[in-house]
């Protein structure tokens, strides 16, 4: 079902989970707010490799590869998707009228093939991996990491301690993970596993948001 937010943008709520894939407050302000102001924006790197946990609507990739074009970052961007969208319910999308941006590259991201690299533009690679991120085998290290699950009411296997241990043996040290929850049981996860963590002033309609560093190797 499509649902119009706040701010005009369009999202997506899922019967599975009975919960929307972005705020009713704002799509796309969600999107700029968590994901590219609080953690590509943060980074202060010219190659960055980005891990998403959800790629759902494909929006935070097709907002990292308008923002990294504008600054000339090279993005090699892989996401893990286990139930991906249907064209019928995609097509519906406006996210390229919104932001007046190129359609083609938003009809590219989602009609790139699963478990391949495929080249988006010559400075932005795109793997999607069908899998849950349970049980994925993450194989290469990131810089920054969009988790951008359903919430812990929806997915609470997805918010467990061993998952963010996995992320954070494959963050470069340096690296941000930024997450739209403020849940104080899954900042106290983030600070035992090693995380350094920050709670920063949230996008319209939640007080907070969270976003991690990790500082150490292990």
Same mark, same amino acid.
């Given at each position: 079902?499509?649902?119009?937010?706040?701010?005009?943008?369009?999202?997506?709520?899922?019967?599975?989970?009975?919960?929307?894939?972005?705020?009713?407050?704002?799509?796309?302000?969600?999107?700029?707010?968590?994901?590219?102001?609080?953690?590509?924006?943060?980074?202060?790197?010219?190659?960055?490799?980005?891990?998403?946990?959800?790629?759902?609507?494909?929006?935070?990739?097709?907002?990292?590869?308008?923002?990294?074009?504008?600054?000339?970052?090279?993005?090699?961007?892989?996401?893990?998707?286990?139930? @991906?969208?249907?064209?019928?319910?995609?097509?519906?999308?406006?996210? @390229?009228?919104?932001?007046?941006?190129?359609?083609?590259?938003?009809?590219?991201?989602?009609?790139?093939?699963?478990?391949?690299?495929?080249?988006?533009?010559?400075?932005?690679?795109?793997?999607?991996?069908?899998?849950?991120?349970?049980?994925?085998?993450?194989?290469?290290?990131?810089?920054?990491?969009?988790?951008?699950?359903?919430?812990?009411?929806?997915? @609470?296997?997805?918010?467990?301690?061993?998952?963010?241990?996995?992320?954070?043996?494959?963050?470069?040290?340096?690296?941000?993970?930024?997450?739209?929850?403020?849940?104080?049981?899954?900042?106290?996860?983030?600070?035992?596993?090693?995380?350094?963590?920050?709670?920063? @002033?949230?996008?319209?309609?939640?007080?907070?948001?969270?976003?991690?560093?990790?500082?150490?190797?292990?």
């Amino acid at each position: 079902m499509i649902k119009t937010t706040a701010d005009g943008s369009k999202t997506v709520f899922s019967e599975r989970f009975q919960e929307s894939y972005h705020s009713v407050n704002g799509a796309v302000t969600e999107s700029l707010h968590v994901f590219i102001k609080a953690g590509l924006l943060e980074c202060g790197k010219n190659l960055l490799n980005i891990f998403e946990v959800g790629f759902g609507t494909g929006l935070n990739a097709y907002l990292t590869y308008i923002e990294a074009g504008k600054r000339n970052i090279q993005v090699n961007y892989h996401a893990v998707e286990l139930f @991906p969208l249907e064209d019928s319910v995609i097509t519906l999308l406006d996210y @390229p009228i919104m932001l007046n941006a190129d359609a083609n590259v938003f009809s590219a991201l989602h009609q790139a093939p699963w478990e391949e690299i495929v080249m988006i533009s010559k400075d932005f690679a795109l793997k999607k991996m069908k899998s849950d991120l349970v049980t994925i085998e993450l194989i290469e290290s990131y810089d920054l990491i969009y988790f951008d699950a359903f919430s812990p009411a929806q997915q @609470p296997e997805l918010w467990d301690e061993s998952i963010f241990t996995k992320l954070y043996q494959h963050l470069n040290v340096g690296g941000i993970l930024t997450t739209y929850c403020a849940k104080g049981d899954v900042r106290r996860t983030l600070k035992k596993i090693g995380f350094t963590t920050e709670r920063l @002033p949230g996008p319209p309609g939640k007080h907070e948001m969270l976003r991690g560093r990790k500082k150490y190797k292990v």
